[in-house]
């Protein structure tokens, strides 16, 4: 079951503009990861976040978290072709799993 | 630290037949999960090991499909009696949890199942 919906599900664009995908749920999580994952390997971890409104930034890579620790987004400034994969949210509650999102193709065109 | 290893990369199986998946995970990690990926979705949890205990299984997960981690190290995930539907991506992670907020997923790079 997935709790976790992302939108876009899937995003063309050019190299240098921005960009954002949002994360969205009606779960409280204790805590929010964002993964990126390339064709044929493994997800890997790029954030993070905890609190309730948290910003962290990974170079152009911008996280926030939402208030009431529901919803996500990343966002990704003057975007370039290596930042092309499958960009996954995945939530952590009181339990053991780590709920992940829909997933959202990022093509960045050269 | 060689990360998570998975093995097979891929594999063919006619309907009917059983497989077995192995991973290894980072060495030292207490914390191994099996995860199941189809194109273009996120991974759906499968279940998850906290050292040699299997402590969560999904609700999806058909009596078909039995894993282990025997020694606390390694695992592998069966699945009995393939259908097309088992037709997936079979991703494991492992992760080395201090604390629940600050644990971190480490995965390997998955093993293709396909199902003729």
């Known amino acids: 079951t997935q709790l976790l919906e992302q939108s876009p599900q899937f995003l063309s664009i050019q190299e240098g503009e921005n960009l954002t995908v949002y994360c969205n749920s009606s779960?409280?999580?204790?805590?929010l990861q964002w993964y990126r994952q390339e064709p044929g390997e493994g997800p890997v971890l790029l954030v993070t976040?905890?609190?309730?409104?948290e910003v962290k930034k990974l170079k152009r890579l911008t996280f926030q978290f939402g208030d009431a620790r529901k919803d996500s987004s990343l966002h990704i400034t003057a975007a370039q072709p290596g930042d092309t994969g499958l960009y996954l949210c995945?939530?952590?509650?009181?339990?053991?799993?780590?709920?992940f999102g829909t997933g959202t193709s990022l093509t960045v065109i050269p | 630290d060689t990360g998570v290893s998975q093995d097979p990369r891929h594999k063919i199986t006619k309907r009917g037949q059983n497989v077995t998946f192995r991973c290894d995970p980072i060495s030292e990690h207490n914390r191994l999960y099996w995860y199941r990926q189809t194109l273009g979705q996120g991974p759906e949890f499968l279940t998850y090991?906290?050292?040699?205990?299997?402590?969560?299984k999904s609700r999806l997960l058909s009596d078909r499909f039995s894993a282990e981690r025997p020694k606390g190290s390694f695992s592998t995930l069966e699945i009995q009696r393939t259908e097309q539907g088992d037709s997936a991506m079979y991703l494991c992670a492992s992760s080395l949890a201090v604390s629940r907020v600050n644990e971190k997923l480490f995965f390997g790079s998955g093993t293709q199942l396909s199902v003729l």
């Open positions: 976040v905890v609190t309730g409104g």
């Open positions: 090991f906290q050292n040699e205990a299997q402590l969560e």
């Open positions: 995945a939530g952590a509650n009181t339990g053991n799993q780590f709920y």
């Open positions: 779960s409280v999580f204790s805590s």
